[in-house]
Structures are given as structure tokens and as C-alpha cells.
């Protein structure tokens, strides 16, 4: 499922979250019930929906560490 997500979205594969895809199903599973989702994929993909945290946040990298006695102003 995560490879479909990754598909939809285009994005890399690591950008996805394994552990919230399995997490959102149960609420895919509600949107279902009640008529409003049909298709995993697209529910994961969709705009209204990118709150459930599919989507890993891209972080800063990680700076290096000056160990010098006098470091630079950064």
C-alpha cells in the first residue's frame, strides 16, 4: 500500500510513512462506513487529508559541530 501511496503522490518512498498509512486506515475504515471514501490510495492522496501525517515533514540537516577553540559566527 505504502508503494500505491508513494505512486499517487510521487514522491520518493522514503517520504512516506509506513506506520501512519496503517494508522490511517482506521480512519479511512470510518470514511468508508459512512460513504465518503472508496479507495485507499486516493483518500491518502487527497489535499483535505494530509493531516493524518502520511507524509513525512522534511527536516533541517543536520549542522556539523565546530570543536574549534574559536568557532565562527554562524
Keep these: 500500500m505504502r508503494d500505491a501511496v508513494t505512486d499517487e503522490l510521487a514522491l520518493p ?4 510513512s509506513l506506520e501512519m ?5 482506521y480512519h479511512f475504515s ?7 471514501a472508496d479507495d485507499p ?9 494530509q493531516d493524518l501525517g502520511v507524509v513525512k515533514a ?4 543536520i549542522s556539523k559541530l565546530d570543536l ?3 568557532p565562527a559566527p554562524s
Design 21 to 25: 498509512v496503517f494508522r490511517g486506515l
Design 68 to 70: 574549534s577553540p574559536f
Design 58 to 61: 522534511l527536516r533541517k540537516p
Design 41 to 49: 490510495i486516493k483518500y491518502f492522496a487527497a489535499k483535505e487529508n
Design 30 to 36: 470510518v470514511a468508508y462506513d459512512k460513504g465518503n
Design 13 to 16: 518512498f522514503d517520504r512516506i
